[in-house]
């Protein structure tokens, strides 16, 4: 459990593939791959599936991704670019999450496809390959055309919220599903449901299952995620499991509705929501009625993403009042205590979510941060600065408190751990 994406990433892509569609009986296959050393057989064995997931009839440009989760449950994401016009469609994997950045590079390698000189598109991938990653909030930058082009990039800054309408994919999942249809998607993610969106554009099916994710930051869907279902993995749709899938309509329609039993669906062409369940209306009053009023005319900017933020904040944000600090040892979260010092009306759903891997991975996610010296430094602990700032002189007070015990206990630990370091190499020599 834990974050599904990986750290210290060394290369801007893994590996670039052109496939053929698939030919009377035959299946799509790779016709070429860069760099040549890629070896991740299992890999390469799925992108074909994911690059042609069901029968496609598109007459524009579409791009769209996917997701390849490993036996560590670390994510590779899969950007595509579909061309009617071309007989090929492009890939490109990557362990970052950076769409609007790989649709560009998508962009780029189909114009040097065609290229007259036959090997202006690998030296350009050889050229990104081997570029080195700069830091979060500078740019990406290589030259390529013998100097004559630049390819450039803004690297995202770590726990950036996605805005409208840079974010392509929050815009296109604000466009085709309005704010009650997301706020029950929210609000099915917090109950670990089985969802399924579905679509006939595969650009708006991954968009919605990409948001649906990123709007429950802090926290980081734990379960089956699949933006794109392939033909091939229908069977995933019977797994009991909680899932998220986005599902395109020529799969959906080979979908025996009864098989796959209580499931949250919703279809993204005609912004219609299908739930056994009442999900919404479960989460704490007081809660539902703030996201309404924070998503009213707030289309622009990080607007919706912050909106679920501050949901979140008034949700788990007491989480701080549960942790124990003790002189030389490790923070640590106290369930009871959590449940506790929360207010009555949010306790049962509260203890609903002790349960959910979502919150646990959030809890690991900050004791760790807290444990190795990080600090808070990412957009949820900011809203909740402001959020506590901002309300009843209490939980003001609360916050000094725990800061002040923070520094001190902090200072503490840190201390001992460099002690016990320091004792260490010393022992060692």
């Known amino acids: 459990m834990g974050?599904?994406?990986?750290?210290?990433?060394?290369?801007?892509?893994?590996?670039?593939?052109?496939?053929?569609?698939?030919?009377?009986?035959?299946?799509?296959?790779?016709i070429q791959q860069f760099p040549d050393k890629y070896k991740d057989e299992e890999v390469l064995k799925s992108v074909p599936k994911f690059a042609y997931p069901c029968k496609l009839e598109n007459d524009v440009i579409e791009h769209y991704s996917f997701v390849l989760t490993d036996l560590e449950s670390k994510w590779t994401f899969g950007f595509c670019r579909h061309d009617p016009k071309a007989e090929t469609a492009i890939v490109v994997l990557s362990y970052l999450p950076w769409h609007q950045a790989f649709y560009k590079f998508l962009d780029t390698t189909a114009v040097l496809m065609h290229s007259s000189r036959t090997e202006d598109l690998r030296e350009f991938l050889t050229a990104v390959y081997n570029a080195k990653l700069g830091e979060p909030g500078k740019k990406f930058t290589v030259s390529f055309n013998r100097g004559e082009s630049i390819f450039s990039i803004d690297i995202p800054r770590p726990f950036q919220l996605p805005s409208i309408p840079e974010n392509r994919n929050l815009t296109e999942y604000f466009n085709a599903v309005d704010a009650q249809n997301m706020m029950i998607i929210f609000?099915?993610?917090?109950?670990?449901?089985?969802?399924?969106?579905?679509?006939?554009?595969?650009?708006?099916?991954?968009?919605?299952?990409?948001?649906?994710?990123?709007?429950?930051?802090?926290?980081?869907?734990?379960?089956?995620?699949?933006?794109?279902?392939?033909?091939?993995?229908?069977?995933?749709?019977?797994?009991?499991?909680?899932?998220?899938?986005?599902?395109p309509e020529e799969v959906f329609k080979q979908v025996h509705r009864i098989e796959i039993g209580d499931v949250v669906i919703l279809d993204a062409d005609t912004n219609t929501i299908d739930t056994p369940f009442d999900d919404l209306n479960n989460l704490p009053q007081e809660v539902i009625t703030s996201l309404k009023k924070q998503l009213r005319n707030k289309s622009l900017?990080?607007?919706?993403?912050?909106?679920?933020?501050?949901?979140?904040?008034?949700?788990?944000?007491?989480?701080?009042?549960?942790?124990?600090?003790?002189?030389?040892?490790?923070?640590?979260?106290?369930?009871?205590?959590?449940?506790?010092?929360?207010?009555?009306?949010?306790?049962?759903?509260?203890?609903?979510?002790l349960q959910l891997q979502i919150f646990q991975q959030f809890i690991e996610e900050r004791l760790m941060m807290l444990n190795t010296g990080q600090g808070f430094s990412d957009e949820f602990e900011y809203e909740l600065e402001r959020y506590s700032a901002k309300s009843g002189s209490k939980l003001k007070q609360q916050y000094r408190e725990w800061t002040s015990t923070m520094r001190?206990?902090?200072?503490?630990?840190?201390k001992s751990v460099k002690d016990k370091v320091s004792v260490t190499h010393l022992d060692s020599q």
């Open 3 to 30: 974050s599904r994406i990986r750290e210290n990433v060394k290369h801007f892509f893994e590996c670039f593939c052109e496939l053929v569609p698939p030919c009377q009986d035959k299946e799509p296959w790779i």
């Open 187 to 247: 609000a099915s993610m917090l109950y670990e449901r089985r969802i399924i969106f579905v679509s006939k554009k595969l650009q708006r099916l991954s968009a919605c299952a990409q948001s649906a994710n990123d709007i429950i930051y802090p926290m980081i869907w734990q379960h089956i995620f699949i933006p794109v279902l392939p033909m091939s993995l229908i069977d995933y749709l019977l797994a009991p499991i909680p899932f998220l899938i986005g599902v």
């Open 301 to 353: 900017g990080d607007g919706v993403s912050r909106a679920f933020l501050r949901a979140l904040v008034q949700l788990i944000g007491g989480y701080r009042d549960a942790l124990r600090f003790e002189p030389g040892q490790k923070v640590t979260f106290d369930k009871e205590k959590f449940i506790e010092t929360r207010p009555v009306s949010l306790q049962p759903f509260l203890r609903q979510m």
């Open 408 to 414: 001190k206990e902090g200072t503490a630990f840190f």
